[in-house]
């Protein structure tokens, strides 16, 4: 990956970031760190809020979504994101 695609990357993936983080559970380091952590083929569960949780294969996420399974969400409704071993 050349510099500027890396810098472009990191910047878009910021946002997402920070929008998934700060809605993850308070105080618990793991559950945060574990977002950087995915792999294609993890199997997760996304607490959304407002809607019926989401589990499944982890395929992809940007800076807007996730998409798990035939599921892609918003990035900005994910509360929690646990990823089972």
């Known amino acids: 990956m050349s510099s500027v ?21 308070a ?10 952590e995915l ?3 993890d199997h997760i ?3 959304l809020d407002k809607k019926t949780p989401v589990s499944g294969e982890f395929l992809s996420w940007t800076p807007e979504s996730i998409t798990v399974g035939n599921s892609s969400e918003r990035g900005e409704d994910v509360v929690k994101v646990e990823r089972f071993t």
């Open 5 to 25: 695609a890396r810098h472009t990357f990191l910047r878009l993936s910021l946002p997402f970031f920070i929008a998934v983080s700060s809605k993850l559970m």
């Open 27 to 36: 105080g618990d380091a793991h559950n945060r760190d574990s977002l950087g």
């Open 39 to 41: 792999k294609t083929g």
């Open 45 to 47: 569960r996304l607490a």
